[in-house]
């Protein structure tokens, strides 16, 4: 097949952990960014033991590996954005904050969305020390933060309000937030919050009945995937919004307990 004409995909650099269910990390940010048109490109923090429902054991891979990892594609390969989920400790924190900060040194306004994933959804840890002190070197390094509720509670102090927690994330560097609402009080819908220096907006969309497994890390996913394609932030995180929303609806089990997004469905087109 002639492949002369064909454009090549923007590239997002994707930082996370494998997910051997197949439902969250890793696994869930390939099937969403290469279903919403970017490609992903996989550095791999941590080794998991886990199923749908439950994390048994973490590992970490080794700082100077992730760095090997992504430095090889670097040296060949254009990045439109970077993802972040599961960093594992500290140690891989600083190597991903010190090779965005070497692509941010010749692409200042490249794109990194982190999804600071602390735990799953039963509050297993998926991290091998204090994982808020290992996300501390990444904050500021951020073009949007995606916490969810617990999430936020734990970084910022649960007795703050969602604008108190926004602002405490932007005061770290971050330069949007978008607080997510799965696990809010709300018990009919769910209310996303986004927050910058200068604008905000909230987004509401019915609660669906059950749980999923891997539906913050699908959101971050896509953004991740429509801002290296050159969606403004806005558009973009309405965007993937409404594509996370479609794969909760369409969701599968595959045991009981926790639901996957089916990501790879064909959807509705997000831009023109």
């Known amino acids: 097949m002639d492949t002369a004409g064909t454009a090549e995909p923007a590239c997002v650099l994707v930082f996370s952990g494998s997910d051997p269910s197949g439902g969250a990390g890793m696994q869930a940010d390939i099937t969403a960014?290469?279903?919403?048109?970017?490609?992903?490109?996989?550095?791999?923090?941590?080794?998991?033991?886990?199923?749908?429902?439950?994390?048994?054991?973490?590992?970490?891979?080794?700082?100077?590996?992730?760095r090997q990892q992504a430095q090889v594609l670097l040296d060949r390969i254009d990045i439109s954005a970077v993802k972040l989920?599961?960093?594992?400790?500290?140690?891989?924190?600083?190597?991903?904050?010190?090779?965005?900060?070497?692509?941010?040194?010749?692409?200042?306004?490249?794109?990194?969305?982190?999804?600071?994933?602390?735990?799953?959804?039963?509050?297993?840890?998926?991290?091998?020390?204090?994982?808020?002190?290992?996300?501390?070197?990444?904050?500021?390094?951020?073009?949007?933060?995606?916490?969810?509720?617990?999430?936020?509670?734990?970084l910022c102090g649960a007795q703050a309000s969602?604008?108190?927690?926004?602002?405490?994330?932007?005061?770290?560097?971050?330069?949007?937030?978008?607080l997510k609402g799965g696990h809010g009080p709300e018990r009919d819908e769910v209310l996303n919050r986004w927050v910058s220096r200068t604008q905000h907006r909230n987004w509401s969309w019915p609660r669906l009945p059950g749980e999923f497994h891997g539906s913050g890390c699908t959101l971050a996913a896509a953004l991740s995937a429509l801002l290296a394609q050159g969606m403004d932030i806005e558009q973009a995180i309405d965007a993937a919004q409404i594509y996370c929303q479609q794969t909760l609806t369409e969701s599968y089990a595959i045991a009981s307990g926790q639901r996957i997004p089916s990501r790879t469905l064909p959807f509705l087109k997000l831009r023109g």
Do not use: Y
């Not at 965005?100 to 799953?120: E, K, M, T």
């Open 33 to 66: 960014i290469t279903a919403l048109g970017a490609h992903p490109l996989s550095v791999v923090t941590v080794l998991t033991v886990q199923d749908n429902e439950r994390v048994f054991g973490v590992f970490p891979v080794a700082a100077d590996l992730v």
């Open 85 to 154: 989920g599961i960093v594992g400790n500290r140690a891989n924190a600083e190597a991903i904050a010190a090779i965005i900060r070497d692509l941010r040194a010749r692409q200042p306004d490249l794109p990194v969305v982190f999804d600071p994933v602390l735990a799953n959804g039963h509050g297993d840890s998926l991290a091998s020390e204090d994982p808020v002190a290992a996300l501390a070197p990444l904050f500021e390094l951020a073009t949007v933060i995606t916490p969810n509720r617990v999430e936020a509670d734990r």
């Open 162 to 178: 969602p604008e108190q927690q926004a602002a405490m994330l932007l005061e770290r560097g971050c330069q949007h937030v978008l």
